[in-house]
């Protein structure tokens, strides 16, 4: 039995009410849909907005992350005035103040093998809005597990990608990529840099998505990945097929249940913030400045690029 | 000469190099061809046993070589190649 619509909400929602491949009914369905949302950045931020303002009533929320000024370029669902809250909250603040009807649940923490059942499980459908490849293998595994969409987004410089991973009907992340780059082939947003307007492109692909399959509606990304290029503005296609012999979805998997994936890539799981260093292995601009003025005996070796040092 | 495309991640390799005119008449010399013109490319692109990397995928057109040949896909001279590889950015 689906949700009736109040007085507010039908008009609301009037724009969705006159097309005919939404209308009441689809609006309704709508309202007693869910979708939950990994990562609040800049994938993340145009997910989130698109489907609050569309009446999906029960948006999930999941980072762990601060607002940081850098990150305004392109997460848009985050204001000057949230600097230094949590992303999270920052994000369910926009979103209830856009549309207050609905229910969001923030989740602050990592999503790892050990909360991401009990956190997706409420949901109709996963968007991978992450940053990293151990998330995107996790978000991966859970929807083949549990028989969940993923509507999957991913950005570089000025390019994109955009599918969705339906393993019941087509392939997997998995299927495309059965394993992620080691350590160091391929930088994240943080160290290679990203158009801020890049994913708000893909990302509202991926909540464009996600709507049409809340609603049942259209041919969706399933089996197909787009290719977009903002340079040359073009989007392209490439066919995508089920891997027969697909670790997680194929004929006889041999992962069964989640795991984590933070030892092996290239891309830190857990410390993607803008200014962050990996544990261990680096060291911020202060802490450099601070080894210079007591006169540590170091060997600086400048790597950066023309570009970089223009900064 | 078929033309090999190449992704944003992979250009600083190419000396940003968008498309790449390859020899060969099969994927895998065109590849080698590749990796000839930028030795650099050859660690992202395959293993020391010389097969693609599993996070490298080659698009004949809008089919994957894996579902067509593989390596041993015979191009034609007009053919179009493109790499897609894995991107985590968001």
Known sequence: ?311 | MPTLKIPTPLRSYTNGQTEVPVSGTTVEQAIQSLMTQFPPLRPHLTNSAGQLRPFVNLFLGEDNIKDLKGLDTPLGPDDILRLVPSVAGG
């Open chain 1, 1 to 311: 039995m689906l949700p009736e619509l109040s007085r507010e909400e039908i008009l609301r929602y009037s724009r969705h009410l006159l097309i005919p491949e939404v209308g009441l009914d689809g609006q309704r369905k709508l309202k007693a849909s869910s979708a939950l949302i990994i990562g609040t950045g800049g994938l993340g931020s145009p997910v989130a907005l698109y489907l609050a303002a569309a009446g999906v009533g029960h948006i999930g929320l999941v980072d762990y992350d601060v607002v940081d000024e850098s990150n305004l370029q392109r997460q848009i669902v985050h204001g000057t005035g949230m600097v230094g809250r949590l992303k999270v909250d920052s994000a369910r603040t926009r979103l209830l103040d856009l549309n207050p009807a609905i229910q969001v649940d923030a989740f602050n923490e990592p999503f790892t093998s050990a909360n991401a059942m009990k956190i997706a499980e409420p949901f109709d459908v996963i968007i991978d809005g992450t940053d990293n490849f151990p998330t995107r293998y996790l978000i991966n595994d859970l929807c083949v597990l549990t028989g969940k969409p993923n509507v999957y987004g991913a950005i570089y410089r000025f390019e994109g990608q955009a599918s969705v991973f339906f393993a019941k009907e087509g392939p997997c992340y998995r299927c495309l990529f059965p394993e992620p780059p080691p350590p160091g082939l391929v930088p994240s947003c943080a160290d290679a840099g990203v158009l801020g307007i890049l994913p708000g492109t893909i990302g509202t692909i991926q909540a464009t998505e996600a709507i049409k399959f809340l609603l049942g509606i259209g041919s969706s990304l399933a089996g197909r990945l787009l290719l977009y290029n903002a340079l040359d503005m073009s989007f392209e296609y490439v066919k995508l097929k089920k891997n027969p012999n697909c670790k997680v979805c194929g004929s006889h998997p041999e992962i069964t249940g989640l795991v984590d994936y933070f030892e092996f890539c290239g891309v830190p799981g857990l410390d993607h913030a803008e200014g962050k260093m990996g544990a261990g292995w680096g060291i911020t601009a202060l802490q450099l400045a601070k080894k210079r003025k007591r006169g540590d005996k170091i060997l600086l070796i400048d790597v950066r690029e023309p570009h970089e040092l223009a900064i």
